[in-house]
């Protein structure tokens, strides 16, 4: 996904918008990007400046970018967060001409035993959240509505080409310990109450544990993409 994007932009300057710690960026970075983040949340920018990239704290809509253009203006699970019509406009500012913005979020897809298991607990312990892993609509569904709107704001900022929708799939192996560490920096689990938070962990574990204590995610990487108009 990675090598498609900078392999689709005119050069190897790069904007992050939403780096958080830089996981997407130290990604880029390897491809042979020249990596900017912009992140509102100077913790995380601490992080991903300890790692040596370059963060500038501001919210994206007010970043100011002072005179600099960039290649490539990437987002990685983070455009949700922002204005779509806002951030596409502000995108346009820092690209050339055939300079790509590309938006895109990981989206899981858990085998039926994996969600079945997953399922059960959160039925259990969240019953309003049906999404989550096997409780209904499936997540793929969930961020449909987000696609949408991010190719909907890139097309009313009136500065890009039609936008595409990529598709890569993916997997991951992860242990119990691996699992219920990264879940719980999940957006929706952090808004979740202590005591219903520690019972969903509770009963996640003892699901990995009876799959002999690690498991395979399958992803789904979108990208939601565009090319500045000339």
């Excluded at 049906?130 to 997540?139: E, I, K, M, N, Q």
């Excluded at 119990?176 to 808004?191: F, P």
């Excluded at 969903?200 to 990208?223: K, N, P, S």
Aim: with cysteine.
């Amino acid at each position: 996904m990675i090598e498609r994007i900078v392999a689709g932009s005119p050069g190897r300057d790069c904007l992050d918008v939403g780096c958080g710690t830089g996981i997407a960026s130290r990604q880029f970075a390897a491809a042979g990007c020249r990596v900017l983040g912009v992140d509102l949340d100077a913790r995380m920018a601490d992080v991903a400046r300890a790692a040596g990239l370059p963060v500038e704290v501001a919210a994206f809509e007010d970043w100011d970018p002072a005179g600099r253009a960039f290649d490539a203006v990437v987002s990685a699970q983070t455009w949700h967060w922002i204005d779509p019509v806002a951030g596409a406009a502000k995108s346009a500012q820092v690209l050339p001409p055939d300079g790509r913005l590309a938006a895109f979020w990981n989206v899981g897809r858990p085998s039926p035993e994996v969600a079945e298991a997953f399922g059960t607990v959160y039925r259990r312990v969240m019953p309003g959240l049906p999404y989550l892993h096997g409780g209904g609509r499936s997540a793929l569904d969930a961020y449909s509505r987000g696609f949408a709107r991010a190719a909907d704001g890139i097309r009313q900022a009136g500065a890009f080409g039609e936008p595409e929708q990529c598709r890569f799939d993916w997997e991951r192996s992860y242990t119990r310990g691996e699992w219920l560490d990264q879940v719980t920096t999940h957006g929706d689990h952090s808004q979740f109450p202590s005591a219903e938070l520690d019972e969903v962990l509770a009963g996640i574990g003892a699901a990995i544990d009876a799959r002999g204590g690690a498991f395979t995610m399958g992803y789904i990487a979108v990208v939601v993409t565009a090319t500045r108009h000339a």
